[in-house]
């Protein structure tokens, strides 16, 4: 274990809203310095941000409004970010400030920044804390909860292991005995169908976004936990083996980091159907996409953007990058090599996504 991601709900680090549950803040700064201490980098993905906003302002609930969101953001980040500061400086280590979009890690090179970033915080030895720039996201674009953030930032920084620590004890077996689920091999759509959603009114998301965190890095190759944030030395105890909330276990054979970022980074500019022929050469062979196989497509898009791949049923098989636009896919779909070498004759390579840049969904 070198290097783990820790995201806190806001029910963990506050009582009412917009409370700072200060006691609990310093436990998990004690916690973050003994990982420390035994070698172990530690990233913090802090939820909190809106919830102290709308303390502040005496709100009662979450607005519903974005612009009100955001306000309460802008008003709660820095108080969040010096809670973590107050909490870790009695161990001497430093807290670091990152907030990321999502439209900021969709674009390559912003996302590679965001990576180097990190990596050279934690050489320096400070304790990244990493929230959604909550204050200028447009909600078309927003993460939706740090449950999801958390999870990204688990991939972008190739952590060992993922704790997502909330009031949720764990997955319960709601169609079972009641118990929390120690250990999930695989999230299957069984697994997904315990899934229940949140009331609090600060919290967004609930166990569904848990999960879709949970399968966002574990195919990253990152162990998962979703415990109780609020039992005591709960980060260390997870750390030290104990069975304690649920394990979601490592994918055996991890996406690499380029296609993590085709699979969970993007959202696709159109799309592409293709015949059953084709989803087979791509699903079962492995083989790139050729324009033969293509039947239509939907959308604006240009050659680098990222498009679905939909087979006959309309079902997405696959995500990739295109190396044609739209206006050249209308006159290339269904033709084979020999004719493309006519039409593109500068061309080396004819196909449509590349298997190198393509991933499977």
């Known amino acids: 274990m070198k290097r783990v991601v820790i995201k806190l709900g806001t029910g963990i680090l506050t009582h009412g809203i917009g409370k700072v549950d200060t006691v609990r803040v310093n436990a998990i700064c004690s916690q973050v310095a003994e990982l420390r201490k035994r070698g172990i980098e530690t990233l913090i993905v802090s939820s909190g941000a809106v919830g102290m906003g709308m303390g502040a302002l005496s709100l009662q609930e979450r607005p519903k409004t974005l612009a009100k969101q955001q306000a309460c953001a802008a008003i709660g980040q820095s108080r969040l970010i010096q809670c973590w500061q107050d909490g870790l400086q009695p161990h001497g280590l430093i807290a670091g400030q990152i907030l990321l979009t999502h439209e900021g890690l969709r674009i390559r090179n912003r996302y590679v920044n965001a990576k180097a970033t990190i990596e050279q915080l934690l050489n320096y030895g400070v304790v990244p804390i990493i929230n959604e720039n909550d204050s200028v996201s447009a909600i078309e674009i927003r993460f939706g909860n740090n449950d999801l953030l958390g999870a990204m930032v688990a991939s972008l920084s190739d952590a060992d292991q993922y704790q997502i620590l909330s009031t949720a004890p764990g997955l319960i077996d709601m169609d079972g005995d009641g118990q929390i689920i120690p250990v999930v091999e695989k999230i299957t759509p069984e697994i ?20 879709e965190a949970a399968k966002l890095s574990t195919e990253s190759g990152c162990e998962t936990f979703i415990a109780d944030g609020s039992a005591e030395n709960i980060i260390i105890r997870i750390i030290d083996g104990e069975v304690v909330g649920t394990r979601f276990k490592a994918s055996p054979q991890p996406m690499g980091s380029k296609k993590r970022w085709l699979a969970y980074f993007q959202r696709a500019s159109g799309s592409i159907t293709i015949d059953d022929g084709a989803s087979d050469a791509i699903v079962r062979r492995g083989r790139s996409l050729l324009p033969a196989g ?19 049923k309309g079902e997405a098989v696959a995500r990739g990058e295109i190396a044609y636009s739209g206006a050249e896919i209308a006159n290339i779909a269904g033709k084979h090599v020999e004719e493309l070498q006519d039409l593109y004759p ?8 590349h298997r190198d840049a393509l991933v499977l969904l």
């Open 346 to 353: 500068d061309r080396t390579r004819l196909e449509v996504v």
């Open 192 to 211: 997904e169908s315990l899934a229940k959603g949140t009331s609090s009114p600060t919290a967004v998301g609930g166990m569904v976004s848990k999960l």
């Open 294 to 312: 293509v039947t239509r497509f939907d959308g604006h898009f240009k050659p680098g953007d990222v498009v679905d791949i939909l087979n006959s």
